[in-house]
């Protein structure tokens, strides 16, 4: 079985449990980059605390850029790394004022997948993860974001190899119709199932297609 083969395979049975997904927009894309920016180094909930504080006390893209640094800081304290997320923000910001002179990232839309990668990735504290979440979830322009979840989940099951950039295997993997629905059914098949420290290999519905079991159990007889 090929890689595709088996990705595609792993689809469908991740359908098959968790149903199908329609694709809705999560926001507007500059706002979604936000909260995106939030979301590195903490959970849901505290991104959606420290976004809904954001919002609370400056709900204009134009009161962030002009509130010193360090009251932006305090409004997303809750979320952590708090100093540098708010220069990020205001950098940000700041740059695409500058460069498109409004506060807007729809011009996105309009390039290749490619170029809209590259042109998130031109921004401090933006990786291909955070690139992706917005293309994926704001602009309906596919590119698959491997968060945590997705890596080991991918790694166990063989399909990204440990010195490979696991965006570049997994977009050449992935076709674009699937992309959106497979991450979320990874990051939820990655929570319930296919945990960090205690895999429930038994009950996975992925488990024929996974090398993993097997070396566990290679391992724990040397
Ligand atoms: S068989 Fe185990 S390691 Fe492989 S995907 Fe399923 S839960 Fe994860």
Not at 132 to 156: A, C, E, M, W
Request: glycine share 4%; proline share 5%.
């Amino acid at each position: 079985m090929t890689a595709r083969e088996k990705v595609s395979q792993i689809a469908q049975r991740l359908e098959k449990r968790f149903g199908r997904l329609r694709w809705r927009s999560h926001g507007d894309p500059l706002d979604v980059l936000i909260l995106t920016i939030l979301s590195q180094n903490t959970n849901d909930q505290n991104r959606d605390r420290a976004y809904e504080s954001l919002k609370k006390r400056f709900p204009t893209y134009e009161s962030i850029v002009r509130t010193p640094a360090e009251r932006v800081a305090e409004a997303i304290k809750v979320g952590g790394l708090h100093r540098q997320k708010a220069r990020r923000i205001q950098e940000i910001l700041r740059r695409i004022k500058r460069e498109r002179g409004a506060y807007d990232l729809s011009y996105l839309k309009d390039l290749s997948t490619e170029e809209a990668v590259q042109e998130l990735l031109k921004f401090d504290g933006v990786g291909k993860k955070t690139a992706g979440v917005v293309l994926t979830f704001s602009l309906n322009k596919p590119y698959f974001p491997v968060d945590t979840h997705i890596h080991r989940i991918t790694q166990r099951l063989g399909l990204v190899k440990k010195n490979q950039d696991p965006h570049d295997v997994m977009n050449a993997l992935v076709p674009e119709s699937l992309r959106y629905q497979l991450h979320l059914h990874l990051i939820w098949h990655g929570r319930q199932t296919c945990t960090a420290r205690k895999p429930r290999c038994a009950q996975c519905v992925i488990a024929d297609l996974c090398p993993y079991p097997k070396k566990l159990r290679a391992g724990s007889q040397s």
